[in-house]
């Protein structure tokens, strides 16, 4: 179990975008810690969503810190544009098909003053990210391929969140752990209790009746054991 503070970043994703201030404004005052907003170029993953325009509505609507996850390829190129648009953390992924150089794209996330996140999908392995461990703040393990969301979580990229924590730990270094993907209140608790300490939720909050309610069953989910 981690020791780090347990936060809670809804995806605004599977917000309602019709009514996003709104929606917003519920998960926030349901106690949302984090918003994180997932962009996704049609390159990197098999589907579009929204750009730094969007990113900049949120902004203004919110001071809460805004996680910004970029699924898509030549991050470096586009780092600028989410930094001026508010971004609090800006989260780049390793693979090669992501056609970017990591370790300069973190330099240039580190000198613009954002949070710097690194992430790896399921089939990529953790060694990929071992090299940049002390360079980062936040290590986003992806729970589902990248590009949709509702789908289901993955239990063996557990292997990966106590390799992340072990190492954590071991380097001195400090880094958050997210989870994201499938997360509902049982894979909240398997997640929690290998040592992330962030957990991204689109469906499992933003499908529920009562966002309070939805956000606080997962940041309680370490107290409850025996629902698995
Ligand atoms: C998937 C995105 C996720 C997604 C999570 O590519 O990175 O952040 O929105 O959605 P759920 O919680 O529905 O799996
Ligand atoms: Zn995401």
Redesign the pocket.
Known sequence: MTSRPILIAP?I??ADFAHLADDLERVLAGGADWL?L?I?DGQF?DNISFGPGLVKTVRGLTSVPLDV?L?IERADHYVPRFVAAGANSITVHVEPEAKHDVAKTLRLIRESGCRVGLTLNPATPFAAVEPHLPKIDLLLI?T?H??????SFRPEMMEKVRRATELCDSLGTHYDIEV????NPETAHLSLENGANVL?????VFQADDYAAAIRTLRGSTLKPTIL
């Open positions: 995806s994703l599977a994180h997932d996704m993953v996850h699924m992806m589902v990248p590009g949709f969301g509702g789908q994201d993907g499938g997360i991204v939720a689109g469906t499992s």
